[in-house]
């Protein structure tokens, strides 16, 4: 805010997002801290808690995954024969696994957060391997299904859980990786699966028992004993842990909320809540991006054993020639997930790996007298589809803000995503074999169907941020309405297809802060600007200096605002190539003016703490007449092809406050 010779506040030219917020809040305590507690750093903090949530996580899918899908590894050594399991009632006793998970998938999560995710999961996670164990004992085709309908309660919670506590743990661009190293312990129980699968069924005979039966026994009882441990181990929310410090928990939510907003984690959910979600399309999308990709994924899990053995292999070589796949793929989406992370790129990467499984499928289709290439054709499959599906529930996922509409919007897309495990398990027949067209056509087509939904879901969330920049400044919602709205806020802005510059180095922005408050000690108005490189290294920062002047000899200069000094600068000392690849960060948005010469020199991307229309906002609270004398106007009508990131929650009370001392003091 800057302020004429009569000394009245002049409104500074609005640009975009608004956020106004409760003047009285606390600028400092222990909801805010912003700054890493002095003891630790904030890469090793993350590596900490990188090894207390997410290995065990993985050993829990692990071992879930692999409970559900070593029916078919179990079937390789006979459970059809001996259960004298004819025509589709094989495929009948896999479909009734999927009932209870798809239906339950909404309410575990919600008893997830009433119950504490290490209290829900483990004891779901004992549930399930005592039921693989029965499996083993069965006698019929109804002791089948009755043991697949209770494996299906029990892990219900596992998958929508597991994603739904990691994205509470990490900020967007952090969340792949670890989104794909969870998911891909699927792609790791297949291989451990067919290895172990090999070795036990080795055993049949002991005891009377068959091999495929000790498969259930011995692995359930192996997820039975390794549930009583995680009882005690199982990560729970950041504000419940206790192997964090009170400081570090502070530190972990408040970089949550400068990356998401605020999560509402102390109420409960409601039913309300979950009609409130659905009346959002985007959620609607989120459940087929997944739904579309369930079906392939499902169908190799389930049937790639039985179409390595129609390649002529015994019992021993099926299980292990169906390994390496599951190898290749956990490799592959591991490196998509490290590069999809560090370009910040969601959408592109999930539409190459949705092609890499046509690929596949095209192969398998249109070939079948050529063994290594239809093995190929496997490897793809699996590739693109495992790596394909954790980016798309991650960028889901992390679009998702807030306790609330994470924890339904999570168990939703999962729990309709896995209505495809049904089709899958009816679209691979034993008459189809060894072709199943029948079966890669309907892959195919459900794998086009998810690849749609993600373009659909871009261009929603595009459209969403048009509009919320277009009606910025109009809201009249308190800090705590806009918290209990979640992604559907007016402030919040969703993660698109390319994500450059989504996410703003917090340093470099509380380096801002701390030159308002310079300007702001030395008598000018609070704002404070930083440029930087390509690599985040500071090139150039400043504060305002309208009021004490260029050199301090308090000469008056409407001109001396630090974005357009910082503009001014970087035209005289830096290569239009090098412009184009630095960044400013600023306490507050651009005027106009700043604008203009920020677009007119050519500079990179603006990260700005406070908007102007929160500026806006802020002299209503703090009543004060406003004095426009440039018309404010959306930074994009200025500057067209500049991109911009704000405001930044935590850190915006701060400026707020910056601002109300200034006004007190020229009062």
Known sequence: MQFDKENKPVESPSRSL?????????????????????????????????????????????LAFLDR????????????????????????????FFVPYVLLEIPSNILLKKFKPHVWLSINMFGFGLVTMLQGFVQNYAGLCTTRFFLGVFETGMFPGAFYLIGMWYRRHEAQRRYSFFFNSTTLAGAFGGL???????????????????????????????????????????????????????????????????????RSIT????????????VILGGFMYFGLI??????????????????????QTQLHSVPPWVVAFVFSMTIAFVSDKTRHRFGFAIAAICVAITGFAILISVHDNTPLQTFGLYAVA??????????VCWFNMNLGGHHRRSIGSAWQ??????????????????????????????????????????????????????????AGESVLTQEEKTELGDMSPDYRYLLYWAMYSHPDPKILRRCVELAKEALDAGDDPFGSVLVDENGRTIKEDRNRVNTGENGDGKHDGTLHPEFTLARWAQLNLSAEERAKTSVYTSGEHCPMCAAAHAWVGLGPIFFVSSSAQFSAWLKEFGVERETKVKP????????????????????????????????RSS
């Open 18 to 62: 608004e956020h106004a917020t409760d003047l009285d809040r606390p600028v400092y305590g222990d909801d805010a801290p912003v700054e890493c507690p002095p003891h630790t750093t904030e890469s090793k903090l993350i590596t900490k808690i990188d090894f207390r949530v997410i290995p065990f996580l993985c050993v829990m899918y692990l």
């Open 69 to 96: 899908v070593n029916i078919a590894n179990a079937n390789v050594f006979g459970l059809s024969e001996e259960l004298g399991l004819n025509g589709t009632l094989y495929n009948n006793a896999l479909v009734v």
């Open 196 to 266: 172990l699968a090999a070795a036990i069924g080795k055993m049949g005979g002991i005891r009377g028992y068959a091999g495929w039966r000790w498969i259930f026994i011995l692995e359930g009882l192996l997820t039975v004993v390794v549930s009583i441990f995680f009882f005690f181990c199982l990560p729970d929310f950041p504000e419940d842990v206790k192997w964090l410090t009170n400081d570090e928990k502070a530190f972990v939510s408040a970089r949550l909320r400068a990356d998401q907003g605020s999560s509402a984690a102390e």
């Open 271 to 282: 039913v309300r809540d979950v009609g409130r979600i659905f009346k959002d399309y985007k």
């Open 295 to 316: 079906v392939p994924a499902y169908g190799y899990a389930y049937f790639a054993p039985g179409i390595f053995q129609t390649y002529g292999y015994n019992s021993i």
């Open 383 to 392: 590739s693109g589809s495992y790596t394909a599906m954790p980016i798309i």
């Open 414 to 471: 999962v729990g309709f995503g896995n209505i495809g495990g049904i089709i899958a398990v009816f679209a691979f027949l034993k008459k189809d074999a060894p072709k199943y067209i029948p079966g890669y056509s309907i892959s195919i087509s459900f794998i086009i169907l998810s690849g749609l939904s993600c373009l659909a879901y871009a261009v929603a969330c595009w459209s969403a941020n048009k509009k919320r920049d277009r009606t």
């Open 633 to 664: 106007l959306p930074i994009n009508e200025v500057a067209p092809n500049i991109a911009v990131q704000g405001p930044i929650p935590v850190l915006d009370e701060e400026v707020k406050a910056l601002h109300k001392q200034n006004i007190k």
